[in-house]
């Protein structure tokens, strides 16, 4: 079992930036593949980024370049660093985590981001 908690959402400006935290507990976090996913108002939820339990990373066609996935498996906890955001990225943000052996999906009860003038 793995429990995941997010934490940094939040209201920011067009152009600002935020950083998003999910710690994790409960487990070994290094075989987990780590992602952050995203659901807006009406529209499906969808990956946003990606990072492999051995630290490969995908993202997103609408994110590449302004956000940035890591993991810091001595601190059991991954981060989305976005920058350069615009009201399209305004969403609830959800940590997830993929164990690479039995393919049991983790989800954390999300955190809301707003980009807004």
């Known amino acids: 079992q793995v429990q995941l908690v997010e934490s940094g959402g939040g209201l920011v400006q067009p152009g600002g930036s935020l950083r998003l935290s999910c710690a994790a507990s409960?487990?070994?976090?290094?075989?987990?593949?780590l992602g952050w996913y995203r659901r807006a108002p009406g529209k499906q939820r969808e990956l946003v980024a990606a990072?492999?339990?051995?630290?490969?990373?995908n993202y997103a066609d609408s994110v590449k370049g302004r956000f940035i996935i890591s993991r810091d498996n001595a601190k059991n906890t991954v981060y989305l660093q976005m920058n350069s955001l615009r009201p399209e990225d305004t969403a609830v943000y959800y940590c997830n985590a993929l164990h690479v052996l039995n393919r049991t999906n983790y989800w954390g009860q999300g955190t809301q981001v707003t980009v807004s003038s």
């Open positions: 409960g487990s070994i976090f290094s075989i987990y593949a």
């Open positions: 990072v492999s339990s051995g630290g490969a990373t």
